[in-house]
């Protein structure tokens, strides 16, 4: 059996954010000790690093339910899953996207600067005023 910190430790996952997919249904409600410490088995320890590792591939807690769910009917088409994975790699695709304009507006804003008085700032002048962009980079950072 392993403690919640041996969990952490093993998995690179905080203490808290375990704590926390228990509350949200991602992780089962561990057994506990005669003191009252969780206890977890190995089928928690995969069951956390499938978490840990769709979390770090950007899926959404929404769709890593789904595919906890897909991934315990082991005869069932993996198409559902497929389709998960496609929807969260075009959100990436639009992700970068945005993030390349953001990039060349920063770059521009920064190659126009000259260097001059504040007044005169050019990059502070299309900060002021957003027509002046010459990308769509409405959505970052939003």
């Given at each position: 059996?392993?403690?919640?910190?041996?969990?952490?430790?093993?998995?690179g996952?905080?203490?808290?954010?375990?704590?926390?997919?228990?509350?949200?249904?991602?992780?089962?409600?561990?057994?506990?000790?005669?003191?009252?410490?969780?206890r977890?088995?190995?089928?928690?320890?995969?069951?956390?690093?499938?978490?840990?590792?769709?979390?770090?591939?950007?899926?959404?807690?929404?769709?890593?339910?789904?595919?906890?769910?897909?991934?315990?009917?082991?005869?069932?088409?993996?198409?559902?899953?497929?389709a998960?994975?496609?929807?969260?790699?075009?959100?990436v695709?639009?992700?970068?996207?945005?993030?390349?304009?953001?990039?060349?507006?920063?770059?521009?804003?920064?190659?126009?600067?000259?260097?001059?008085?504040?007044?005169?700032?050019?990059?502070?002048?299309?900060?002021?005023?957003?027509?002046?962009?010459?990308?769509?980079?409405?959505?970052?950072?939003?």
């Amino acid at each position: 059996m392993l403690s919640i910190g041996t969990m952490s430790r093993r998995t690179g996952t905080n203490v808290q954010t375990i704590r926390y997919y228990e509350e949200i249904g991602l992780m089962p409600e561990p057994g506990r000790s005669t003191g009252g410490q969780r206890r977890y088995d190995e089928s928690d320890l995969n069951r956390l690093s499938f978490i840990r590792h769709s979390r770090q591939l950007g899926f959404p807690l929404d769709a890593i339910r789904e595919l906890l769910a897909l991934s315990d009917g082991p005869d069932q088409s993996c198409e559902e899953v497929d389709a998960i994975a496609t929807r969260q790699l075009k959100q990436v695709e639009q992700r970068i996207e945005r993030l390349v304009a953001l990039r060349t507006e920063l770059e521009r804003m920064t190659r126009e600067c000259s260097g001059g008085n504040i007044t005169e700032c050019r990059i502070l002048g299309v900060l002021r005023n957003h027509s002046e962009c010459l990308t769509n980079h409405d959505e970052i950072g939003a």
